[in-house]
């Protein structure tokens, strides 16, 4: 079974923080992906790598930054948090063209 | 135009009964289609995928494609309370195969 882990299921952060988010998967895969789900605007691609130091930018990009140093780890940045980036965090893996597979997801709360 | 639309519901149907999710997308050069299900305040978990035109069933779930109207569907017959969910539909990326579209989800009700 594939296995996605994220660090933390919950996670309180106060504004202007750094915040790491990390994710490793177990099953070789090359894409890993980070969302953020919010009720009514559904999932939203922050960051994907389809390889190790590569990294692409996913429809909203701005105030996170990604780093995958390691095949099975991809971690997301948030480099000052705010309060509008209080959501649910989830990170994804895939095989090149098929099904993501996500992991449990981080619920961060910046207050 | 998104490139993935769902009704967002809900849809509520009684248990036993078919529901019948509908999902549209607007690349005519997509080539596979998946289904995830999401239970609240969980992540998405993969249901079933579907490549080819017609219908694919595994258990009481079937998909169906059409893609000269471009849209997909799931069926779930005798559904049941534990189906009670938000069903996904995601698309590959025409272009890059690795970025999914997803849809916004159709909230699905079981009565008892």
């Known amino acids: 079974d594939v296995k996605v882990t994220q660090s933390s299921r919950y996670l309180v952060k106060r504004t202007g923080e750094k915040v790491f988010l990390e994710c490793v998967q177990d099953?070789?895969?090359?894409?890993m992906f980070w969302y953020r789900q919010d009720p009514g605007l559904g999932l939203r691609l922050i960051y994907f790598?389809?390889?190790?130091?590569?990294?692409e930018k996913g429809d909203i990009p701005e105030g996170y930054s990604v780093s995958r140093e390691k095949k099975e780890r991809f971690s997301l940045i948030l480099e000052s948090a705010s309060t509008n980036q209080t959501s649910m965090y989830l990170c994804?893996?895939?095989?090149?063209?098929?099904?993501?597979?996500f992991g449990p997801g981080t619920r961060l709360t910046v207050t | 135009q998104k490139e993935v639309e769902q009704n967002s519901g809900p849809l509520s149907v009684p248990e036993g009964a078919i529901a019948s999710l509908n999902c549209t997308y607007s690349?005519?050069?997509?080539?596979?289609f998946f289904w995830y299900r999401q239970y609240s305040g969980k992540s998405p978990e993969l249901i079933m995928f579907?490549?080819?035109?017609g219908d694919k069933e595994d258990g009481r779930f079937t998909a169906q494609l059409n893609k000269a109207s471009q849209y997909v569907s799931l069926l779930i017959r005798d559904s049941q309370p534990s189906d009670s969910a938000t069903y996904l539909c995601?698309?590959?990326?025409?272009?890059?195969?690795?970025?999914?579209?997803f849809g916004s989800g159709t909230k699905l009700n079981v009565k008892p």
């Open positions: 790598s389809y390889d190790v130091k590569m990294k």
């Open positions: 994804a893996s895939s095989l090149f063209g098929y099904e993501q597979y």
């Open positions: 995601a698309v590959p990326g025409v272009s890059n195969f690795n970025k999914f579209y």
């Open positions: 690349d005519r050069g997509s080539q596979s």
């Open positions: 099953m070789d895969h090359e894409n």
């Open positions: 579907i490549y080819s035109n």
